[in-house]
């Protein structure tokens, strides 16, 4: 059986980004936000995307 190799960049973030995802961490920090729980109202967020990056306030978060 012939063993199908992935493409190295399927499961990269840059891929995931080209998606049309982001990723978000806390503007202070740096650090990975995995959910609303990590964050608190008014604290600064940055959104990472394929091209640049936004800054943003929370003004809310949902419990998921």
């Known amino acids: ?22 990723i978000v961490v806390r503007a202070d920090s740096g650090k990975l936000i ?3 729980a990590d964050i608190k109202v008014g604290e600064a967020i940055e959104a990472r995307l394929a091209h640049g990056a936004i800054t943003a306030q929370v003004t809310s978060r949902r419990a998921p």
């Open 1 to 22: 059986a012939e063993i199908q190799r992935e493409h190295p960049l399927r499961f990269s973030p840059l891929a995931t980004l080209q998606r049309g995802f982001a």
């Open 34 to 36: 995995r959910g609303s």
